[in-house]
């Protein structure tokens, strides 16, 4: 069954316990501004296993700022991962230890952001550069928590496409006993180019990831980019551990339903979009209580529909500043009537041919 809105406070926690490689099998991109506790709590009701991971969230909030706000999350998300951003080990390893005891069931440390804010902070993908640097700072994570650390990094830096950079990184993490790496299969330029940009303009080369598990066979190997929907997700698993998906999940969550039978081969009905919606109800009535604005829930829902008929009235009514000033969670049950009518009367939106091809302020640069 999937799991029932829970209590959100959060107190100290044990962590769900790590399983294997299995448990990275399929994953949810940690994305800025979009991958927050309301969005997992979604995405959880649409998968029971896959993966989830925070935003990345930077030392300095974690050992400065208001821990509930920047790393509060309801157990119903789990397992979530934590990404870190930070390049000073004594500092990671307290944030690590904060974020093991608040529940979080694996530390991730990015390696990837492009962003000029992040390389003005010396983290980030500009660590692919400091090998040395960032196995102290695995070292000092792994030390301080007992939940895997793991690494989410680029494939190289600038246009240099030679296999040494990343082989090297990843060797150095591996020896400094780092055994999970989530691998964003292109480089990052760091002169000039948005996030956004690079995302999209340094080319994919899939096949490094593969390269990377070859001589890592004890890694778990995590392919991250450009996999357009879950079944672009599947066809990419052969030699790697598992795949994980950003954009196209967040555009077309739907595409999480069929991650328990399809990835995990596990039995069990997949909840219709009706009863993901039912439960998000549930979800926002209990977070109303607690002040949680229905926009910051909603938001994150608008491609539930994506593809279907009555997509257009779902998103417009769940995105109409009107509608959403005050309202409660009765506007989701409003925007659902709206799909059925929709439906009947035979709107069809029809599904864009490139999921990940989002409108710009959708994907405005989040660093
Ligand atoms: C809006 C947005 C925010 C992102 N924020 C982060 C982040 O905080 N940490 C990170 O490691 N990657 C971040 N990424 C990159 C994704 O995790 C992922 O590596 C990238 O989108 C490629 O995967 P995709 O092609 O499946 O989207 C972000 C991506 C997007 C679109």
């Not at 959060?10 to 769900?16: E, F, I, K, N």
């Not at 990404?83 to 069931?105: F, K, N, T, V, W």
């Not at 792994?142 to 793991?150: F, N, W, Y």
């Not at 919606?277 to 926002?284: F, K």
Request: hydrophobic share 40%; glycine share 8%; aromatic share 6%.
């Amino acid at each position: 069954m999937h799991a029932a809105v829970s209590d959100t406070r959060s107190a100290p926690r044990t962590p769900v316990p790590a399983r294997g490689p299995d448990d990275w099998r399929f994953c949810v991109a940690p994305m800025m501004d979009w991958t927050d506790r309301h969005c997992r709590a979604f995405h959880r009701q649409l998968s029971r296993r896959a993966r989830l991971y925070t935003e990345m969230v930077t030392t300095g909030a974690v050992l400065h700022g208001d821990l509930e706000r920047l790393l509060g999350f309801d157990p119903l998300e789990q397992p979530v991962a934590l990404q870190l951003g930070g390049s000073e080990p004594d500092a990671l390893a307290r944030s690590a230890r904060i974020g093991e005891a608040r529940g979080y069931a694996e530390i991730n440390l990015n390696c990837g952001c492009p962003s000029e804010r992040v390389q003005r902070g010396a983290f980030g993908a500009c660590l692919m550069a400091e090998p040395a640097l960032v196995a102290d700072c695995v070292k000092a994570m792994r030390d301080a928590v007992s939940v895997p650390v793991t690494v989410k990094h680029r494939i190289g830096l600038g246009r240099d496409e030679s296999y040494d950079l990343v082989r090297d990184f990843v060797g150095a993490l591996h020896d400094a006993g780092c055994r999970v790496f989530v691998v964003h299969a292109r480089n990052a330029w760091l002169d000039g180019l948005s996030p956004k940009e690079n995302r999209e303009v340094p080319p994919l080369r899939h096949a490094v990831a593969h390269r990377l598990k070859a001589d890592f066979p004890d890694a778990t190997v995590v392919l991250n980019g450009g996999l357009a929907s879950l079944e672009q997700a599947l066809a990419a698993q052969p030699g790697v551990d598992g795949t994980m998906l950003g954009r196209a999940a967040y555009h077309d969550p739907w595409q999480l339903a069929g991650v328990d039978a399809r990835v995990y081969g596990e039995p069990g009905p997949v909840p219709t979009r009706a009863e993901v919606v039912e439960r998000m109800i549930g979800y926002a009535a209990d977070r109303r209580t607690q002040g949680v604005p229905l926009r910051a829930i909603v938001r994150h829902m608008l491609g539930l529909y994506h593809g279907r008929p009555g997509a257009r009235a779902w998103r417009r009514t769940l995105s109409d500043a009107r509608l959403l000033t005050g309202a409660d969670e009765g506007l989701l049950a409003r925007a659902m009537r709206e799909v059925e009518a929709a439906a009947h009367e035979g709107e069809w939106h029809a599904p864009r041919s490139d999921a990940t091809s989002v409108p710009a302020h959708r994907d405005a640069d989040p660093t």
